[in-house]
């Protein structure tokens, strides 16, 4: 069983920054690929960022150049930093472990860009 929550959501202006960081219990953190996923309101839960076990990332292209992803195994831990946020970046953002016995979700934070 994999456990996670996240944190560092909140309100930002745009052209702000904020890190998200997603907690995850259970063993073999290091095994597996983690990613942070977007959900807006009316629309789909998308990928944002994936950062595999061996530390290779992806980024979908609207956040590329602004978002970094990062984990740290040690702590069982995966970052999101955000910068240059735009008001289309506003939703809930959600972590997701890959396990060989499936997907865990946490629970999401919300991150708001507005003036």
Known sequence: ???LVESGGG?????GSLR?????????FSINTMGWYRQAPGKRR????????GGSTN?????KGRFTIS???AKNTVHLQMNSLKPEDTAVYYCKSATPRGDYW??????TVSS
């Open 1 to 3: 069983q994999v456990q």
């Open 11 to 15: 309100l930002v202006q745009p052209g």
């Open 20 to 28: 998200l960081s997603c907690a995850a219990s259970g063993r073999f």
């Open 46 to 53: 998308e990928l944002v960022a994936v950062i595999t076990s």
């Open 59 to 63: 980024y979908t292209d609207s956040v």
């Open 71 to 73: 984990r740290d195994n």
């Open 106 to 111: 946490g629970q999401g934070t919300q991150v």
